[in-house]
């Protein structure tokens, strides 16, 4: 008896034991499945940025300036936007592991279209690795767009997958490492494959090879992980159709009450799930008898929503306004791959015995960004606030904006000085990759500033913008209000897109011709718009705080 019963405390013990190390909750599994998350954002960081960096250079070796620019403005613009419509899929139809999953499929997929196009291995079919072909442009589009998708898919819900592991560990940990594995991604695919796509003949083709066996390798990475991931389900309704559809009937709420309102009469009556409310026409516009139109998503205006959820909605007023008033400066932020570059390889690359990447000051960007956030957040502003002064967040974001500015004013004046230069006599013709480029003799070095700004830039508007959402956004919306902001960077890159149309071929020339052009004007379009937009809110917070007095909620908030 005492034998059996050791025998059975003894497998209670391994059951135990087995139980609590298989468990999801296990702070082993946690770091394991965090781990994994990490070493596929990584993996997926690198690849992404090994293709985006140049991807302007090899499509200019058969496509003009302003095609090549558009291209890769389209891609940057879906993979932002397409980070909303991919958080509705992830939360209300698949979950967000198997989001993931299909994103990391079609990533791979398109990218061994790409590595396919540039190994020439459909000159067969009609589409050569010069682009050359009836279809091909079709072909090249098509991968633009799936590479977006996949992107945006990808990007939007790792994040929150990732937090969702840390049931045993640190989530400011977590956070940490994922912000190092994005710029270390970054830095390795701008640093070492980038630089081998432009150093080398045949460069393009193995780093788009190589790119694609990175992908593969997160992708199963993530399938190897399905055991040990915390993966919940997709709810039934996600908050975009909640939101969705609580619009949609303040709308038409809105419009039956006006409907049944009669200029004779003082009162109309709404009906409310059997019974009747009077509103007073006359008097709506008052603080207690005015239901705004989305108040007719209410369940005591007819419609289906708690008095609590149409309140928080309607909370979402001065995000908008603040996605509104980033659009400029997204305009400014994404040129750091496109405009720049388009710049850049009408410079002088060679240094002499060495020629300079154009993709390698990208990394001055990012290494501002890595050096200035301990200082400006965690010494900086502290000590200022040690000292009385408190930076609002609005100021920060400002502050962000009007050195944004600064930045492409400097590629303005960078532009105009080798427009100068190169008409002065001072040319030379280089070669960069697989395309030969007239550049003046002005050094490529001479756009470190510019990259230094807009990477200080960044710890301020955009670290800043990111805070101030979050801070304004309500409590069950936060996971909105962050694809929102995705999407409104990608609204940014789709109106860039249309401006560079609409400035082709005035002062946007092919690359042959492209000093007859102004691409200076260009950089200096976009400083007016985004001093213009600053100085129409300093001018609006003047007025409101002479004539409204004291602020509201949101005022508070906004102002904080």
Excluded at 93 to 117: D, H, N
Excluded at 471 to 477: D, G, K, V, Y
């Amino acid at each position: 008896m005492d034998r059996d019963g050791s025998r059975m405390s003894l497998l209670s013990e391994i059951n135990r034991r087995l139980s609590n190390y298989f468990s999801p909750w296990n702070s082993r599994l946690t770091i394991l499945s965090g781990g994994l998350v990490l070493a596929t954002l990584f993996l997926e960081r690198l690849a992404f940025y090994s293709v985006l960096t140049n991807l302007y250079i090899y499509l200019t070796k058969a496509w003009s300036s302003d095609e090549a620019l558009s291209a890769t403005l389209l891609l940057t613009g879906l993979a932002y936007f397409s980070a909303l419509p991919a958080g509705w899929l992830a939360d209300a139809v698949v979950g967000r592991y198997w989001t993931i999953i299909g994103g990391l499929c079609l990533y791979v997929m398109a990218y061994g279209a790409l590595t396919t196009l540039a190994f020439n291995a459909l000159a067969s079919a009609g589409c050569s690795a010069d682009f050359s072909g009836q279809w091909c442009t079709t072909y090249i589009y098509t991968i633009i767009v799936a590479i977006g998708l996949a992107v945006g898919t990808v990007k939007s819900n790792v994040p929150a997958f990732g937090a969702a592991q840390m049931r045993h560990g640190n989530l400011r940990t977590f956070f940490s490492f994922y912000y190092w594995c994005i710029n270390g991604g970054a830095l390795l695919g701008v640093g070492c494959i980038a630089y081998w796509e432009q150093v080398t003949t045949n460069g393009f083709p193995a780093a788009f090879a190589v790119a694609t066996g990175v992908l593969l390798l997160a992708l199963m990475l993530m399938l190897a992980g399905k055991r040990v991931f915390v993966a919940h389900s997709p709810s039934d309704v996600s908050v975009i159709s909640g939101l969705v559809h609580m619009v949609k009937e303040g709308v038409t709420g809105r419009i039956a009450a006006r409907g049944l309102e009669s200029p004779t009469e003082p009162y109309a009556r709404v009906t409310v799930e059997g019974s009747e409310e009077l509103l007073d026409p006359v008097n709506r516009n008052a603080a207690d008898n005015s239901p705004c139109w989305l108040d007719f998503a209410k369940i005591r205006y007819g419609g289906s929503h708690s008095d609590e959820s149409v309140d928080e909605a309607k909370k979402m007023g001065p995000v908008l306004l603040l996605l509104v008033f980033m659009i400029p400066y997204w305009l400014i932020f994404l040129q750091s791959n496109s405009g720049f570059q388009a710049q850049a390889v009408h410079l002088k690359v060679d240094l002499g015995d060495f020629m300079f990447p154009t993709a390698w000051l990208g990394l001055v960007d990012q290494i501002f960004v890595l050096a200035l956030i301990p200082i400006v957040n965690g010494f900086f502003i502290p000590l200022l606030e040690r000292m009385g002064f408190t930076i609002k967040l609005t100021v920060k974001i400002s502050i962000g904006c009007v050195i944004a500015a600064f930045s492409i004013l400097a590629a303005g004046g960078l532009e105009t000085a080798s427009i100068r230069t190169w008409q002065n006599g001072g040319f030379v013709t280089q070669q960069i990759g697989h395309a030969t480029y007239n550049a003046s003799t002005v050094s490529i070095l001479w756009q470190a500033p510019q990259y230094c700004l807009l990477g200080t830039s960044e710890v301020f508007a955009t670290i800043g913008s990111l805070e101030l959402a979050h801070t304004l956004a309500p409590r069950a919306l936060k996971g909105l209000v962050m694809g929102l902001l995705a999407a409104f960077e990608g609204l940014a890159s789709f109106f860039s897109i249309g401006l560079l149309a609409a400035l082709t071929p005035g002062w946007i020339q092919p690359d042959a011709t492209h000093f007859e052009g102004h691409y200076d004007f260009f950089f200096y379009l976009l400083a007016a718009l985004q001093l213009t937009v600053i100085l129409l809110y300093c001018i609006a917070s003047f007025v409101r705080n002479k004539w409204r007095g004291a602020a509201n909620y949101d005022e508070d908030v906004l102002h904080s």
